[in-house]
């Protein structure tokens, strides 16, 4: 739609706020709205943005939250319209219970069969994704164990695959590139690495 969503975070107060700044291609700003996210997050302030994803009306915003309390970071994804008006949020420490884990929302993609993925780092040891709608609603979660590492990212490929890389830190602490394909449904189909010589 010729306009560009750009989130940044910034402290006033001792409390973080997400910065929304909307622009045209000439970056000419079309609005601004700062989000405390008070009122979603309470003994806490929002750390960090991670992921911003074009949905039809309206954006989805991967986002971490530092807590006062046990578990201390939680991932978060909001829902925004085309004028940064807060819709929904999905907790995904709720969306991934079952792994008792403290995942942190990461890079969001786009499928051409019009749902969502996003990879969720985990505390304990295993990366996490989940496949959902634009209103949030669960399709699938997987989990696939021992891959360390730093955030990756995502591309489907032409026969709607999924391929998943990121950088692996071995315990000798030298990074290694893993490659994780799955297919539409988050069926795993092979995991391969890159060892550099360097």
């Known amino acids: 739609n010729n306009q560009i969503l750009l989130a940044a975070l910034y402290s006033k107060d001792s409390i973080n706020r997400h910065l929304l700044i909307k622009l045209n291609t000439e970056l000419e700003t079309l609005w601004t709205k700062q989000l405390t996210f008070r009122e979603y997050f309470q003994d806490g302030n929002v750390s960090y943005v991670n992921?911003?994803?074009?949905?039809?009306?309206?954006?989805?915003?991967?986002?971490?939250?530092?807590?006062?309390i046990s578990p201390f970071v939680?991932?978060?994804?909001?829902?925004?319209?085309?004028?940064?008006?807060?819709?929904?949020?999905?907790?995904?420490?709720?969306?991934?219970n079952a792994y008792n884990d403290s995942p942190l929302s990461s890079y969001i993609l786009k499928l051409?069969?019009?749902?969502?993925?996003?990879?969720?780092?985990?505390?304990?040891?295993?990366?996490?994704?989940?496949?959902?709608?634009?209103d949030f609603n669960t399709i699938k979660v997987v989990s696939f164990p021992?891959?360390?590492?730093e955030e990756g990212t995502f591309i489907e490929d032409s026969d709607g695959n999924i391929l998943y890389?990121?950088?692996?830190?071995?315990?000798?602490?030298?990074?290694?590139?893993?490659?994780?394909?799955?297919?539409?449904?988050?069926?795993?189909?092979?995991?391969?690495?890159?060892?550099p010589e360097d």
Not at 76 to 89: E, P, S, T
Not at 146 to 149: D, L, V
């Open 146 to 149: 021992i891959i360390i590492g």
């Open 74 to 96: 939680r991932g978060f994804i909001y829902k925004i319209d085309d004028n940064g008006n807060v819709l929904k949020i999905a907790n995904l420490s709720e969306i991934f």
């Open 165 to 195: 890389v990121q950088d692996q830190m071995r315990t000798d602490f030298y990074p290694d590139i893993i490659l994780i394909k799955m297919d539409k449904n988050l069926n795993y189909l092979f995991k391969s690495y890159i060892w």
């Open 51 to 68: 992921a911003i994803t074009k949905i039809n009306g309206g954006y989805l915003i991967g986002t971490a939250w530092v807590s006062k």
């Open 112 to 134: 051409s069969n019009n749902l969502n993925i996003v990879h969720v780092g985990g505390f304990f040891i295993r990366d996490l994704f989940w496949l959902f709608d634009d």
